[in-house]
Structures are given as structure tokens and as C-alpha cells.
């Protein structure tokens, strides 16, 4: 048995003139969190969407749980788990009702009130799926995802559009779909969500994996020690910035500053009377550890926040 979940060699993917999958290669060991990060349209939903067998590929190979995908999609799709898009749930169905609908489609499903109580819905069994707030629907589709038992988990953008209290139940949830010794293949445009959750983690930017590894392996890369951030109004001309002594590196996008230092007390006072020397306003000012958002904005110039 191989020790990896997921092999990926060389996926590609267009759509008549545009690359959406552009020779991508990963590897996902069993039991861990892997997610595949990066902006709107680089690629995130056409490569699980492949591996799920919902699309096909132009080329590249793929092995699920031993298995050459997608000749073997069948007998592979007994042990993937997808989580639907909450839109596509039915709303009109009560909880336990939509449970037991995808229940019938398998011969050994999880019993149900298993089922929500790993998702903290248990005692929604009796509401519509209509009366549930986001992060409800979101936990349920996860439940549905869950119910014949799978190895391993695909989520799409698990936690989008959700208020902070909704991600981190989502959160939670994944991690403990881990330590139940399950794989979690996971996508998002969230740099802190990939930091939080992930094993591993790889950048997608543009169809291509820019980095992978350990989220605080790409991080301790940078070796940057602290980063100042903040923005300025449209007069100020950022090159002014260059001036300032005790700083690393600085990264400008637009109207935002990232300055990176080692010493923080003697980057602030230079940059407190450039400030005033200029009669210049640093606007919502932020002190903060080197993160993922950093790797992304030092491979490719830009910011992903949104
Ligand atoms: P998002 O976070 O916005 O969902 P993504 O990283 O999942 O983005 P994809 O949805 O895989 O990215 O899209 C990758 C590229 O392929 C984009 O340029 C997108 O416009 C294009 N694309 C995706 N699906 C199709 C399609 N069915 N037909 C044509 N182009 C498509």
C-alpha cells in the first residue's frame, strides 16, 4: 500500500484558449491535511473537479488509494467523500430527511444520528435545511460528504462566505475528520485557513504550483522576522519608503506598504519621522509574524487578501 492518498503527475487542463491546469505534480500522504491555495481562477475547483472525476483531463496521471483514475473511478468512488456546494443542497428537506436520502445511496452508510452528531447538527434532525445558518449548511454538506465512510475527503472552498465563529467550527470539524485517521484534500483562497488546517500545503497561481511544502517550512524560507504593514493615501509616492534604514524588505501593492525588519523599536522611529518629516498619514497600521500571505506576495508581487 503506498503511503500516498493522492499521486498527481503533470495535470493539465485547458478550455480553448485559456490554461486553467498547467502541468501541475503533488503528492498527498494518508492521514494528513492538504490544501491547494490560491486566487480566484488559478486553477483550485478544475484540478479537484479532475481528481474527482467530474472533468476530464487533457493529460497527466493520477493515482487515488492505489488507484489509476480514471479507469478505476468506480471502484475509487466508494471511498472519496465530496462535499456538495451548499446551494445545491435540497432546501425544502428536513436534516435527518436529506441524511437518509444519501444514506440509500450506499449498502453500509454511517448510521445517522452518527452522522450529525460528528457535525454538532443532532438536534437539527427535525428543521429544514432552509432554517439553518451558513456554517450549518456548510457542517451538513460536510456530514453528507462523510456518509459512506470515505478515506479521503475533498473540499471545495469549505468555508467560504462564512463569518469568523461559522469557519473556525468548520475548522474544527476538519481537524477532527483527521484524527480519525482520514485524508482531507482541501481548496481555498484563504492564506490563513491553508496556514491553520494544512500538513502541507501548495500554492496555485496562473494553473501552476508555485510552492509546497509544510506551511511553517514556506514560512521560515522567507527568514523574515517581523513585518510592519499598514497603507497610505493616494499623494504619497512609495518610493519614499526606500529611505528607511533597518529594514529588510518591502513590498508595495497598490496603496499598501509590508515592510520586513529585525529590529522593530528602530524600523518604527525611522519610520515615524519619515511620517512626520513628510507630513505623511500611515493608515491602519499592523504588526504582525511573517505568514503564508508573505510567501505568496514574494513569489508573485501581489497581495491575496481579499
Ligand atoms: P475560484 O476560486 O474562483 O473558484 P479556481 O482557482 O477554482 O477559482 P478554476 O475555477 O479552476 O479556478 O478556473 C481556472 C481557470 O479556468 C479560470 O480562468 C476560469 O475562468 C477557467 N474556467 C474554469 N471553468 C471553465 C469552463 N467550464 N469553461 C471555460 N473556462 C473555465
Redesign the pocket.
Known amino acids: 500500500m503506498s503511503e500516498y492518498a493522492l499521486v498527481v503527475k503533470n495535470l493539465r487542463?485547458s478550455?480553448?484558449g485559456?490554461?486553467?491546469?498547467d502541468g501541475i505534480s503533488f503528492a498527498i500522504r494518508r492521514g494528513t491535511i492538504f490544501c491547494?491555495v490560491?486566487?480566484?481562477?488559478?486553477?483550485?475547483?478544475?484540478?479537484?473537479?479532475i481528481i474527482e472525476g467530474l472533468?476530464a483531463p487533457d493529460s497527466g496521471e493520477i493515482r487515488l488509494l492505489d488507484m489509476a483514475l480514471p479507469s478505476e473511478l468506480a471502484r475509487a468512488k466508494q471511498l472519496m467523500g465530496i462535499q456538495l456546494q451548499t446551494t445545491s443542497l435540497f432546501e425544502r428537506l428536513k436534516v435527518g430527511e436529506i441524511v437518509n436520502l444519501f444514506r440509500s445511496f450506499y449498502d453500509r452508510p454511517v448510521p445517522a444520528n452518527q452522522l450529525l452528531s460528528s457535525v454538532s447538527l443532532d438536534s437539527k434532525a427535525n428543521q429544514m435545511v432552509a432554517e439553518l445558518s451558513g456554517g450549518q449548511q456548510q457542517r451538513l454538506a460536510v456530514a453528507l460528504a462523510l456518509v459512506n465512510d470515505p478515506e479521503i475527503l475533498f473540499l471545495?472552498?469549505p468555508t467560504?462566505g462564512l463569518d469568523p465563529q461559522a469557519r473556525h467550527e468548520v475548522w474544527r470539524l476538519v481537524q477532527s475528520i483527521k484524527h480519525n485517521g482520514k485524508t482531507v484534500f482541501l481548496?481555498t483562497?484563504y492564506m490563513d485557513e491553508a496556514e491553520r488546517l494544512s500538513d502541507e500545503v501548495a500554492i496555485?497561481d496562473h494553473?501552476k504550483i508555485i510552492a509546497h511544502d509544510a506551511p511553517r517550512n514556506l514560512v521560515a524560507r522567507l527568514n523574515k522576522a517581523n513585518v510592519i504593514e499598514f497603507s497610505i493615501g493616494e499623494d504619497v509616492a512609495p518610493e519614499c519608503f526606500s529611505r528607511l534604514r533597518d529594514v529588510e524588505a518591502i513590498n508595495i501593492v497598490g496603496r499598501n506598504v509590508v515592510l520586513y525588519t529585525a529590529d522593530i523599536k528602530a524600523c518604527m522611529l525611522g519610520l515615524l519621522n519619515l511620517a512626520r518629516e513628510l507630513g505623511i498619514d500611515l493608515m491602519d497600521m499592523q504588526f504582525r509574524n511573517p505568514s503564508l500571505e508573505d510567501v505568496f506576495l514574494e513569489l508573485t508581487g501581489r497581495m491575496l487578501r481579499d
Open positions: 487542463k478550455y480553448g485559456v490554461t486553467a491546469v491547494l490560491g486566487p480566484n481562477g488559478a486553477g483550485k475547483t478544475t484540478t479537484m473537479e472533468k471545495d472552498e467560504a481548496t483562497h496555485i494553473g
